[in-house]
């Protein structure tokens, strides 16, 4: 099952860095949609078409264009490039792929130029000191990047912390029942059903005790006395609360931690060691973090295969809401439809599971009659 998930992980991100490479042409030209004007007159017309640009005549109305949205990427390049900055207005989709608005600007002007100009060190002259003022936008306001997402960004690692650190103990625990023949014993008196609900709560509820109690001291320690020692503190009054992805991050970081300890229950229930299981918990560290391998296609392009995917699996599906819920670009649809996937899939796992634990145990035989 592990070497089936990674081939098949790896096949998903050769074709997410494949539509990446797809965004130069042979040339090394960055290429992606965009607008331009040229007061310059260094622009070369036909590379700019080759790189995707298409030439804008009002730049007020492109720029409100792409605060709304319509236009992606307007870069106005000033009369004398060599003294004033070529200033660049984006609608943020991302934060990966907002960067290469700026290689494609100097990239353009710079193999413009070439065309025209021989010599290497006038070349280097005209193109070395020109510099790019960008300014981001998103949802028609001024985008204030990483500051918008730490929040969000905190659940995706709550819910890497709390799935790693109680699925092993819940996968340790149920396997040291079946290794000591706990269960023979706790059968006696009680159903099965029962004490696997029980055992599942109850080690969710100790671990996540366990781990508050190993995290709050070094928090409170690092911010004591992290100042003292010269460490950096989160600037926290440039973080953004937004209270819509407040809530989806809050929600999906439940759902998501149920839907993880139930899959690590079901398995627990079916393993005779906690050495079967460590592969299992291999394999579902790897789906959980399996998202950020591939956090560029993520920013740039949702609608890719891979993303698509990733969003709709059961074990990578709450690490990717999370991920694309910070970075603004998941529909109510998408979800609506992937946290419905991952309430069934904790629903029919937790219920599975119940039926293994109870199926596959020896329990105590009766004493013959004499």
């Known amino acids: 099952m592990v070497p089936a998930f990674m081939i098949l992980l790896a096949f998903l991100v050769q074709s997410s860095e494949s539509a990446i490479r797809k965004s130069s042409d042979v040339s090394g030209l960055t290429t992606f949609a965009f607008h331009y004007l040229d007061h310059s007159g260094l622009i070369d017309a036909d590379l700019?078409?080759?790189a995707g640009g298409s030439l804008a005549t009002d730049v007020d109305k492109a720029k409100e264009d792409v605060k709304t949205g319509k236009i992606r990427t307007l870069i106005v390049y000033p009369s004398d490039v060599a003294r004033s900055k070529i200033q660049i207005f984006e609608n943020n989709v991302g934060l990966v792929a907002d960067q290469k608005s700026t290689a494609l600007?100097?990239?353009?002007?710079?193999?413009?130029?070439?065309?025209?100009?021989?010599?290497?060190?006038?070349?280097?002259?005209?193109?070395?000191?020109?510099?790019?003022?960008?300014?981001?936008?998103?949802?028609?306001?001024?985008?204030?990047?990483?500051?918008?997402?730490?929040?969000?960004?905190?659940?995706?690692?709550?819910?890497?912390?709390?799935?790693?650190?109680?699925?092993?103990?819940?996968?340790?625990?149920?396997?040291?029942?079946?290794?000591?023949?706990?269960?023979e014993v706790l059968f006696v008196d009680v159903t099965a059903s029962s004490v696997f609900l029980a055992r599942m709560v109850a080690t969710t509820v100790l671990g996540a005790l366990q781990l508050a109690i190993m995290v709050i001291p070094i928090v409170v320690a690092y911010f004591a006395i992290g100042p003292s020692l010269g460490l950096p503190l989160p600037a926290f009054s440039t973080w953004v609360l937004d209270s819509s992805k407040m809530l989806v991050g809050f929600g999906t970081l439940l759902l998501g931690v149920a839907m993880m300890i139930a899959v690590h229950a079901a398995v627990g229930?079916?393993?005779?060691?906690?050495?079967?299981?460590?592969?299992?918990?291999?394999?579902?560290?790897?789906?959980?973090?399996?998202?950020?391998y591939i956090l560029g296609v993520i920013s740039e392009n949702p609608g890719s295969i891979a993303v698509q995917t990733m969003t709709y699996f059961p074990l990578t599906a709450p690490s990717t809401l999370l991920f694309r819920n910070a970075l603004g670009n998941i529909s109510l649809v998408e979800?609506?439809?992937?946290?419905?996937?991952?309430?069934?899939?904790?629903?029919v796992t937790t219920l599975a599971a119940v039926r293994v634990y109870r199926g596959g145990q020896a329990l105590p035989r009766k004493a013959p009659k004499s």
């Open 269 to 292: 229930a079916k393993i005779k060691s906690v050495r079967e299981g460590s592969a299992f918990a291999t394999l579902f560290i790897i789906a959980m973090f399996s998202p950020s």
């Open 105 to 183: 600007a100097r990239q353009l002007l710079q193999m413009s130029v070439a065309r025209t100009v021989d010599s290497p060190q006038i070349l280097k002259s005209l193109t070395a000191s020109v510099e790019v003022d960008r300014a981001g936008y998103r949802n028609g306001v001024p985008d204030l990047g990483l500051a918008a997402v730490a929040v969000p960004m905190l659940f995706l690692f709550l819910y890497f912390t709390m799935t790693i650190f109680l699925g092993n103990q819940i996968i340790g625990g149920f396997a040291e029942e079946r290794e000591q023949k706990i269960r």
């Open 335 to 347: 979800l609506v439809i992937s946290t419905t996937i991952v309430v069934i899939t904790t629903v």
């Open 48 to 50: 700019a078409r080759r």
